[in-house]
């Protein structure tokens, strides 16, 4: 990789790479210098996230910026507490389509610098919480759960930084059609500048005229 691994995405041709040991991915964080990696739409073996990211042999001190979206294997909590404790300085994560359905989340807790997060599976209340603490966050992209509370949704009320929130739901869940004027009314004052994208269409959402803020209602897909 070279020098250029300091300034420039690492992508990966993940059609060659199939049949490898999973010690064969360590070669993907080989550099210390690394301050951008995408591994999204991967191929990559689920006994192979600890070899890539390695905090004992390979840990990734510039690394800023992370994306694993839409992965065939998923990060589970112990793979994404390696994960964090490789990379303590990203500021960006994005792990839509990655992370293990009913993760806790918490090893996020330890990411004191991170500013941009997007995840999926959101299906219970206590994390919400747990991103609720991240009070660093200015970009926040989840994909929640019916199962999801209004105390629960609230909860995100607390990250007084954000400018721009994306909340994806199924259109017939209430948090579609009424979760978010909940956060409208809580937030309002005191974060004025937050864009607030809906997954849904404004036929939806009969309120949003009337709403104290910008927000843009958009069709998205349901990510499971």
Not at 33 to 39: A, G, I, W
Not at 56 to 70: A, F, N, R
Not at 200 to 218: E, G, K
């Amino acid at each position: 990789m070279g020098d250029d691994t300091d300034a420039f995405p690492v992508q990966v041709l993940w059609e060659h790479a199939q049949g490898l040991p999973p010690q064969a991915y360590s070669a993907l964080t080989a550099s210390s210098n690394l301050r951008t990696l995408d591994l999204s739409f991967s191929l990559i073996p689920a006994d192979a996230w600890c070899s890539i990211f390695n905090p004992e042999g390979q840990p990734l001190p510039h690394l800023h910026s992370l994306s694993i979206l839409c992965t065939q294997s998923p990060i589970s909590d112990r793979d994404l507490g390696r994960l964090v404790s490789c990379c303590p300085g990203l500021r960006s994560l994005g792990l839509k389509g990655t992370v293990e359905q009913g993760s806790g989340l918490y090893p996020l807790l330890d990411l004191t610098a991170l500013t941009s997060l997007s995840v999926n599976h959101v299906s219970r209340n206590e994390v919400l919480g747990v991103l609720a603490e991240l009070r660093g966050l200015q970009d926040l992209h989840i994909s929640v759960w019916s199962s999801i509370s209004a105390a629960g949704l609230l909860q995100l009320s607390t990250l007084r930084g954000l400018t721009r929130l994306r909340v994806e739901s199924s259109p017939e869940t209430w948090i579609a059609k009424y979760g978010m004027v909940l956060l409208l009314n809580k937030v309002g004052s005191s974060c004025g500048g937050l864009l607030i994208f809906l997954g849904c269409s404004t036929a939806d959402v009969p309120w949003a005229a009337a709403a104290a803020l910008p927000f843009v209602c958009t069709p998205m897909p349901w990510i499971l």
